[in-house]
């Protein structure tokens, strides 16, 4: 079953066009925190990012944010991604 799109996830997609696959999962690793994942697809390329936080929230918005400035350096150093299409995340 697939959850709702968070906000931060909507924006990273609206933002990259290039982006055709976006996967953010979450996972509780101990009883003080959580694990969130994120696969980002671009033609070309994959990014995987994780990050911890002390609540869900926390997790996710900072693996998204961190999915962010990969996108920034990879966009950069590809000028082919600057045109794609978007999915959903």
């Known amino acids: 079953m697939r959850a709702a799109i968070s906000p931060e996830a909507a924006e990273l997609v ?3 066009p290039a ?4 996967r953010v999962a979450l996972e509780k690793f101990d ?10 697809l671009l033609p070309q390329h994959q990014l ?3 990050a ?5 929230v926390s997790a996710r918005r900072h693996a ?4 962010a400035e990969r996108l920034e350096e990879v966009m950069a ?9 978007n999915a959903d995340c």
Do not use: F, H, K, M
């Open 14 to 16: 609206t933002r990259y």
């Open 52 to 56: 911890t936080g002390a609540d869900e």
């Open 31 to 40: 009883a003080s925190g959580w694990n969130a994942r994120v696969e980002v």
């Open 19 to 22: 982006i055709t696959a976006c």
């Open 64 to 67: 998204l944010q961190r999915a």
């Open 77 to 85: 150093r590809d000028p082919r991604l600057t045109a794609g299409r």
């Open 48 to 50: 995987i990012v994780n």
